[in-house]
């Protein structure tokens, strides 16, 4: 497996865990079963609204055979962090009127996955879960806040959406690409270039990078300046007006250390 890492921060002092997961998954092709090709964990201090000295780590599969070990190491990971507060887009649904039709994305798939390969990693779902796209459906959708998906609120809970409202700039190369990750994966396979294993993995961890920082803002409005009565598109004074990735410790110290 190939890893990423920043050598920064202590995880163990962390209150907060980002979880973001890259699959083969295509749903343009019906393909919803795939195997998990690699991870990536942000560890966080909410206390540190605008510092980018957060640890960030990943972990890609150089083969899909693989996906039992990474989807190993990625349980030890978190099973190492019960008390933390999982974050993620999409990660989990946490709001009852959301997780009626729509239980996310990254938590379930990933004990599915696992059990393929006789994991058990069923504790995930008992862990503390902060959804951005919950955040996002309920502050940004000031309407109807009904279980529609389609039109403008599908847009609110995109990712994309949450970004240009926060200004958050990713690095060039690195704009959302998890559609083509499939077909990239594949032009690896046939190739043998590792360089497009690292182009994956560092967009996993680019991915979420841009999550800690929509956390730390969404984190700051709920329980900071706008308790309750939060218009997500008005800034506060303690919020940058733009964030860029690229000038993040957290992503200019990140490295591809070490093949194991």
């Given at each position: 497996?190939?890893?990423?890492?920043?050598?920064?921060?202590?995880?163990?002092?962390?209150?907060?865990?980002?979880?973001?997961?890259e699959?083969?998954?295509?749903?343009a092709?019906?393909?919803?079963?795939?195997?998990?090709?690699?991870y990536?964990?942000?560890?966080?201090?909410?206390?540190?609204?605008?510092?980018?000295?957060?640890?960030?780590?990943?972990?890609?599969?150089?083969?899909?055979?693989?996906?039992?070990?990474?989807?190993?190491?990625?349980?030890?990971?978190?099973?190492?962090?019960?008390?933390?507060?999982?974050?993620?887009?999409?990660?989990?649904?946490?709001?009852?009127?959301?997780?009626?039709?729509n239980?996310?994305?990254?938590?379930?798939?990933?004990?599915?996955?696992?059990?393929?390969?006789?994991?058990?990693?069923?504790?995930?779902?008992?862990?503390?879960?902060?959804?951005?796209?919950?955040?996002?459906?309920?502050?940004?959708?000031?309407?109807?806040?009904?279980?529609?998906?389609?039109?403008?609120?599908?847009?609110?809970?995109?990712?994309?959406?949450?970004?240009?409202?926060?200004?958050?700039?990713?690095?060039?190369?690195?704009?959302?690409?998890?559609h083509?990750?499939?077909?990239?994966?594949e032009?690896?396979?046939?190739?043998?270039?590792?360089?497009?294993?690292?182009?994956?993995?560092?967009?996993?961890?680019?991915?979420?990078?841009?999550?800690?920082?929509?956390?730390?803002?969404?984190?700051h409005?709920?329980?900071?300046?706008?308790?309750?009565?939060?218009?997500?598109?008005?800034?506060?004074?303690?919020?940058?007006?733009?964030?860029?990735?690229?000038?993040?410790?957290?992503?200019?110290?990140?490295?591809?250390?070490?093949?194991?």
């Amino acid at each position: 497996m190939l890893r990423a890492c920043n050598g920064i921060a202590n995880e163990r002092d962390t209150d907060v865990v980002v979880l973001d997961v890259e699959t083969l998954d295509c749903f343009a092709l019906g393909l919803w079963n795939e195997p998990i090709i690699s991870y990536s964990l942000a560890f966080l201090d909410t206390t540190d609204l605008e510092g980018g000295n957060f640890r960030i780590e990943g972990c890609i599969s150089e083969s899909v055979e693989e996906e039992g070990l990474l989807l190993a190491t990625l349980g030890g990971k978190l099973a190492s962090h019960p008390q933390v507060l999982l974050v993620g887009h999409n990660i989990s649904h946490s709001f009852k009127y959301i997780k009626a039709w729509n239980r996310g994305y990254d938590i379930p798939k990933i004990i599915k996955r696992s059990s393929v390969h006789g994991l058990d990693l069923s504790f995930l779902e008992s862990m503390k879960v902060f959804d951005l796209m919950d955040v996002a459906f309920q502050y940004y959708d000031h309407t109807t806040h009904n279980l529609t998906w389609n039109g403008e609120k599908q847009r609110i809970l995109k990712s994309e959406f949450i970004e240009e409202q926060l200004r958050i700039i990713r690095p060039t190369g690195f704009q959302k690409m998890g559609h083509e990750v499939r077909q990239i994966y594949e032009n690896y396979v046939r190739t043998g270039n590792r360089s497009i294993l690292q182009r994956i993995l560092l967009y996993n961890c680019c991915d979420v990078a841009v999550e800690s920082v929509i956390f730390k803002i969404f984190h700051h409005l709920l329980n900071k300046c706008r308790k309750g009565t939060i218009s997500f598109g008005a800034r506060c004074q303690h919020i940058p007006d733009a964030t860029v990735i690229g000038s993040l410790p957290a992503w200019t110290r990140l490295s591809i250390p070490s093949v194991t």
